[in-house]
């Protein structure tokens, strides 16, 4: 099956492993004359980069990309646009030891179970490795939404613990190491990341997605809904175990009244006086915020030992030493924020089939 | 575009409208010699049938389903499979007031800016009488899968009401009007939902389904993964807002030895430990039970007098008297097993495409 | 596999069999606010019909059409558009005793080893009758593409009788019982005709599709070529064995100044000095009509035995009696005017989502 | 539009242009566990390599193609399969002075209406140069079929001249530089296109591909058909303007006893006693060889002058001087095969969803 490509009318096809010669991507479907450099597109890789911090992987990979067709004299001509970003810091033989083993939350079991044969260097194509060819989409992507349209992702919640709403700050997100809104909650992870690094652990955490200014509309019934194709985008991300749109889960507590989000006019236009939707109804957007959440997994890769089988059938402990994120989630934050673009931008081409 | 289809091999078309003279789907990709009745569908339907307790709408519809193709003497042909169901209880007039008014939580203003038209009887296409042909494939669907695969749905919170998992119960669901597993909490359900009633209020809930005897091997990465289609397909159910796999969101709050599904060997085969990621790693499954929740918001349309706004502008208030679910939530669990069934026999076809 | 549906943003899908209840088609991704009646879709059902002159099958079925969803008002409302048309002429009696019969030149061998089961009532699926589907979309494809765009088929060859060029003329086509834009061919076709009937046999013929009208720009590269969609859509009509675009299987024959369009301005407008390409060029409309001819085989079933097998293995002698059309050629013509102008009011929309 | 792919199951996905740093494709949906190295694709691509004899274009591309993923340890990982083969000839400077014109027959002046903006390095995406991964793709697919099925392309017409079927030898096909299975047409040929060339002309070609050992059961109703999938394939081709199956548009001529394959039993099995069809019946393949037939048109960039008109309205004449095949056609063979390949694994794996 085809399984490597999303998007319906802006349809990006990813390819390339972990430890590779390359991985690259076709992004079909992007207008003409949208002005697009590679520096475009590297400011957002740039964000997602490993090694910034000391909470994120010290894998080594500058991440650079080439824009190898679809762009001419500095625009993009409306064919499919090449993207292609060269393994830099491959080291298969790191993982010579793993390449029988089944290590838990892993996709090592079930890519053997499915084909027989994988690619067991770094994870081979499950390894997030793969998002850097998304947030490159993605910043094609956001070329193709209008100026006006501003997608910002954040950390909400580190392990058990969430930022206090009322210090939502965007700027801060820029501030600390893991894009969290809120300036203290961002110093409190700290203390508590390096405590679950120290005893060999790992946390999950949850991010939200906010697109601000994308005009009512986008979506459509019934298998086409905005929230629908957000949410397969979101899932899709490695490690993501949920996902919700606007009061998500917590709507289920609600009354009616509480969730409604009423409406007026305000200076002749409607006017919505709450925004417990998340910005979609009926699966088309209200012009509201888009707001969406996603749960990531603790990282399954620990320095403690978790009891395992390998390809032979032996039991075996897998405890994981060398390049490890204690969080992988803070990592997922521009991944997030790019998949975004890419169902807006989708959706802004689908809608436009219906004239003017 | 053509976003009322879903599914990739086996693919599901639903057309029409609440008050249209019928609704119907088009099943295409459904393999030859399988044995297919209408008794095969209609049970499915009656499940989900409006009116079977005082908790759900009082809409009368028999929802008899008609195949009208793609079957020769009893069986599967490979050819597309057309289902048709008459609406019988179409009342368009008791719509006349609400075709200038945006219902709050509704479709109405999305439909509307989106399209300058919409078809405003009983939500036209946006009501959730579009599930019931969700149900009807859902029960060819369970044809395509082997008599192995067992897909039940239960509604495990309603309001801020969640069961005790402890008391899960299989055998409770059939026994009481919201598919509870947990026979305790349903009498309580039943006190709850009927103050909400008469409150002028409504509630919403959370429901999970959940597959037995799935192989390990279904999904695939990376844009094709089982979770992400999952997500889709239970976030295009009307009024669903969030989708979780497994642990979901809780999953942020474990640590990594917490979340993990350690495996041994038990009688020669894998075994995990636990199932906290809910049968799928990796997008694909793991042939543990695959575990899927979806949260419904409380119903929009509710007797409490809600601020809203009409078609030309005016400010006005929607109260909805008449016909009225206090928790669409309930009518969801057969929904959200359909849903998992089309995206199991889809995924079942796609890994056939893998060859022996 | 999902094969019945054609078009990618106006996706048609069609169901149901030669003697089944009814057939229908789901057209999806048609905008809104387009007026649409039953009778804008009859009026091309009523050419199609079988049964209009002594040369076409005897059939008797009125072939009225019913919109069971997606029009509200008079007008679309970009929702699917369930089309239904009742079979009322179904005999399965009359074909009991070809159900074990492999009829040469019919699809009941492949069905029968691809399937192992076939609906042999009438050629079940695998009947032109399902064409009345096509020509059904194709009457909502005409209220999709702008009122300047004009499409027309005529037939231009029976048997080795091709029609002289110089005397085409428009106005002949709906004068005789061909189609045929030659008045004088028109009735040497008759003899011929009657010819071929008295003595058993059948002809075949060849069809050519006319689009005036046309902006140039429809079309892509490389895959999404207008000729690549059209060669399809003529190629999937039953008994069709070729399609060329312009000057087609001539071309290669000429030399490259013989083909060539040259061009110059006329009235600041680039103009066109001939139309050898048929109006397209790399895939894409050049503003010329688009030309495009297919050759239908002789009907295959005739009064003249054959030899053939049956299911059991045994060797068997096949001759026709009953209904038959001793030229299906004649009805393709409405099929391929439908066909051309589904694809192009697909691309008509996929043109769009370029923007301004 | 997402207009650069092809191909359902087996998905091929191409980019780059003619004079960019590199072109590429990716192949999604390839089975694992097929052995395949670069070498297994090389030697198509040296097949179709331009260079090869005076009669094909003069310039000098290695076409060393790169496998950048997909491929472990010599075996498909059921991963998308990254091809890139880097441009080494190309000169854009020589290019600079067609920048503002349209050539006749060439796609310069839809591109640029349709897309305001269009890379002329030589034709950039409309070049045939996109066509090397087509060849590359249709290596891996010949991977995916079965060792018994063999496709072979022969070139059967140049200009007016066509082979005499009866000396048809498939050796010979190797043995000149026109791929001709009739080694006396073949040096007809070499004076003809010599006098071609001399006077500044082209010449157009029909190719005629065959696939033999392909099973009974390939292909599906009704808008899945084999013979559509392959008429879309050809016409894709760049030059190509009609397609063709068995008897083709000479089918139209015959009478129906004369175009019937009749079927007898041979050693217990169904045998065919004539291939009229080209080995498809109903859209679905008969088990005999597959017969298809494309005409090119001849090459439009000639040495002669023609009429056309710049970009800014100004008549110009345009001679073609430099780097110029006289017959495209010859080219196209290696082209027609790949995309019969493709086709073909296509529907293999689409017919394995059938199960059983």
């Known amino acids: ?26 992004i079909d479907g992007v207008p003409p004359r949208l002005s697009l450099s590679e520096a475009d597109i590297q400011i957002w890789l740039d964000r997602r980069r490993p090694g910034a911090s000391r909470f994120t992987s ?33 080291r298969a033989d790191d993982y010579e030891d793993i390449k029988d083993r089944y290590r838990p939350g892993h996709a090592d079991y079930t890519y053997q179970v499915k084909y027989g044969i994988r690619d067991w260097r ?18 094609v992507a956001r070329k193709v939404l209008s100026a006006g349209i ?25 501030a600390n190491p893991f894009w969290c809104p809120d300036a203290e909650t961002a110093r409190q992870w700290e203390d508590y990341l390096d405590s679950v690094r120290k005893s060999g652990s790992s946390a999950g955490a949850v991010i939200e997605i906010v697109a601000m200014g994308v005009p009512a509309g986008l979506g459509a019934p019934v298998y086409g809904k905005l929230d629908a194709d957000l949410a397969a985008a979101m899932m899709s991300i490695n490690a993501v175990k949920g996902v919700e749109i606007g009061e998500g889960f917590n709507a289920a507590r609600l009354s009616g009244e509480a969730n ?48 395992s089988v390998d ?43 219906l004239g003017g």
Do not use: Y
Not at 1 to 26: K, P, Y
Not at 67 to 76: D, L, N
Not at 151 to 174: C, F, M, N, S, Y
Not at 331 to 340: F, I, L, N, Q, S
């Open 58 to 90: 010290q894998r080594r990979e500058p991440d650079l990309v080439r824009i190898a067709s679809g762009v001419f004299e500095g625009q993009t001509t409306g064919m499919p646009i090449g993207l292609i970003i060269d393994n830099v810091d491959a």
């Open 150 to 174: 501003t997608i910002r992702g954040a950390l909400v919640q580190i392990g058990p613990h969430a930022i206090e709403r009322e210090r939502w700050d965007w700027d801060a997100v820029e």
């Open 122 to 139: 770094g994870s081979g194509r499950a390894s997030a490795r793969e998002t850097a060819m998304r947030v490159a989409a993605g910043g």
């Open 260 to 307: 409604a989000d009423e409406m007026r006019m305000r200076d002749g236009k409607v006017s919505f006086l709450a925004n417990h939707a998340g910005g979609i109804l009926g699966g088309i957007s209200t012009g509201q915020d888009i707001v969406c959440r996603f749960a990531v997994k603790p990282t399954s890769s620990i320095p403690t030992p978790l009891r």
């Open 311 to 353: 390809s032979h059938g032996n039991e075996i402990d897998v405890a994981t030493t060398g390049r490890h994120d204690p969080c992988v989630g803070i990592r997922a934050v521009p991944v997030g924020e790019a998949m975004m673009a890419c169902v807006l931008a989708d959706h802004l081409l689908r809608h436009r089939t």
């Open 1 to 26: 099956m085809t399984d490597n490509s999303f998007g319906r009318l802006l349809r990006v096809t990813t390819w390339g492993e972990s430890h590779g010669s390359a991985i690259g991507c076709v």
